[in-house]
């Protein structure tokens, strides 16, 4: 017996996106994408700028000829800035005048946060002065940015030496672009105290306020 097949059609898609509706230089143009049976899904490695508006269209291809384009449709990306905190509260428990520790050896562990949007984030703080007798900033309350279990996840601008904290109202800013994408987005905010000799006795506390704008 004979078994003869004459052809077989695959239809597969082209798409482009771009920021300008004339499609002149497309930010994404990927051809090749075979059809499902049930629906066809195409996820770019691209990335493209929050805050603006893309154009897309996509056209069938059956091995010989492309179809039209489609109707064009429009896509807006929008920034999300969400900052959460894995570790907020420090407690380095009694100490003596005189005496100084810091959370380098995790005990007690420093500051951690996350960035949990789809842009880089830089992180400003301040907090309230810790010490009836110093007033922030001092050098006897500090902290410095530093890994947290995912490796360097912060630009070159971040503040990885000791700095004195600011004081209320009047931001520093500590990390520089905080990455964002899974794995990659959490950072470590160390803190080193020393009580003053002259420092009046009782508990202290000070709260620490961290904000997260966009990075540039």
């Known amino acids: 017996g004979i078994l003869h097949v004459g052809g077989v059609s695959l239809t597969t898609y082209n798409i482009q996106v771009d920021d300008d509706y004339n499609f002149g230089s497309a930010n994404i143009d990927v051809s090749g994408i075979v059809e499902n049976t049930t629906n066809t899904n195409y996820s770019s490695s691209t990335e493209l700028s929050f805050d603006k508006k893309y154009y897309w269209r996509v056209r069938a291809f059956d091995s010989a000829d492309y179809s039209v384009w489609s109707n064009i449709n429009v896509i807006n990306i929008s920034s999300t800035t969400s900052l959460s905190m894995i ?3 420090i407690n380095f ?3 003596t005048v005189g ?3 810091n959370t380098l050896s995790n005990t007690p562990q420093p500051f951690e946060y996350q960035n949990d949007g789809n842009v880089k984030l830089n992180i400003s703080l301040y907090a309230d002065s ?3 007798k110093r007033t922030n900033p001092t ?3 500090v902290f410095m940015v530093s890994e947290a279990d995912e490796g360097v996840t912060y630009g070159i601008g971040s503040l990885t030496n000791w700095n004195s904290v600011a004081a209320s109202g ?7 672009s905080l990455k964002y994408l899974n794995n990659i987005d959490e950072a470590a905010l160390e803190i080193n105290i020393t ?3 002259d420092e009046d006795p009782g508990s202290k506390t000070s709260i620490m306020t ?3 704008s966009v990075a540039e």
């Open 87 to 89: 570790v907020e509260f």
């Open 139 to 141: 050098n006897d309350y």
């Open 130 to 132: 810790l010490y009836v």
């Open 99 to 101: 005496l100084a520790n």
């Open 210 to 212: 961290f904000i997260a």
């Open 170 to 176: 009047s931001p520093l800013k500590a990390v520089d």
């Open 195 to 197: 009580i003053p000799p």
């Open 93 to 95: 428990g009694n100490m």
